[in-house]
């Protein structure tokens, strides 16, 4: 059973576009919520993270929106760049172990110019 | 300074042999995590040490699995008798301690034919 449920799959925007992915989890034991960015052929990289006590952080171009009664998260990317292009995984984890991470299954963005 | 670094980049492995995958974490990073990523899903965990000892195993998918960190820097990954279903990307990350965040190396393509 996967622990985090990702959507969409894919996502096409356009330039200068908003570009939006959303996660959802079950186990309310939870307590650190990051965004990771993968191009082919890398290892994933961390983006951004967020913790439960805020519903909102934002770093530049980014922003995790949290909302803990929904358990649900998300990811948006304001002024989509063409190198936003990648795959985009949310993940989460607990405190007892705090770099073992439960991956979402992916969002490949596409950034149309 | 240098990241985290996985060699092979590829491995081609007979159905049946055994395959080893090394991993050079960041130098004096005390946390060293394997996750493995299957084609088109997110990272899942496989096993986590904490400078030589191995605090988490409970990600290996069987006991053909085997995970070492002799010293407490690097680590070696051992599949034996390999399967098609082992075929995916291996990925080692470290932190500096427990809590800060992870740094993926590129991982190691693994095909089992």
């Known amino acids: 059973q996967q622990q985090v449920k990702q959507s969409p799959q894919s996502l096409i925007v356009q330039k200068g576009g908003i570009s939006i992915i959303n996660c959802a989890y079950e186990?309310?034991?939870?307590?650190?919520f990051p965004w990771y960015q993968q191009f082919p052929g890398k290892g994933p990289a961390l983006l951004i993270a967020?913790?439960?006590?805020?519903s909102e952080k934002k770093e530049g171009r980014f922003t995790i929106s949290f909302n803990k009664s929904a358990k649900q998260f998300s990811l948006h990317i304001m002024d989509s760049q063409p190198g936003d292009s990648a795959t985009y995984f949310c993940?989460?984890?607990?405190?007892?172990?705090?770099?073992?991470?439960?991956f979402g299954s992916g969002t490949k963005l596409n950034v149309k110019p | 300074g240098a990241g985290v670094s996985q060699s092979p980049r590829y491995k081609v492995a007979k159905r049946g042999q055994d395959v080893a995958l090394r991993c050079d974490p960041i130098?004096?990073?005390?946390?060293l995590f394997w996750y493995q990523q299957a084609l088109g899903q997110g990272p899942e965990f496989l096993t986590y040490?904490?400078?030589?000892?191995?605090?988490?195993k409970s990600g290996l998918p069987s006991d053909r699995f085997f995970a070492e960190r002799p010293e407490g820097s690097v680590s070696t990954l051992k599949i034996q008798r390999t399967q098609q279903e082992d075929s995916a990307v291996y990925l080692c990350?470290?932190?500096?301690?427990?809590?800060?965040?992870?740094?993926f190396g590129n991982g190691t393509r693994l095909t089992v034919t």
């Open positions: 186990n309310t034991a939870f307590d650190y």
């Open positions: 967020i913790r439960p006590d805020v």
């Open positions: 040490f904490q400078n030589e000892a191995q605090l988490d």
């Open positions: 993940a989460a984890s607990r405190a007892d172990n705090f770099n073992k991470f439960y």
């Open positions: 130098s004096g990073h005390v946390s």
């Open positions: 990350a470290s932190s500096s301690t427990e809590n800060s965040p992870l740094h």
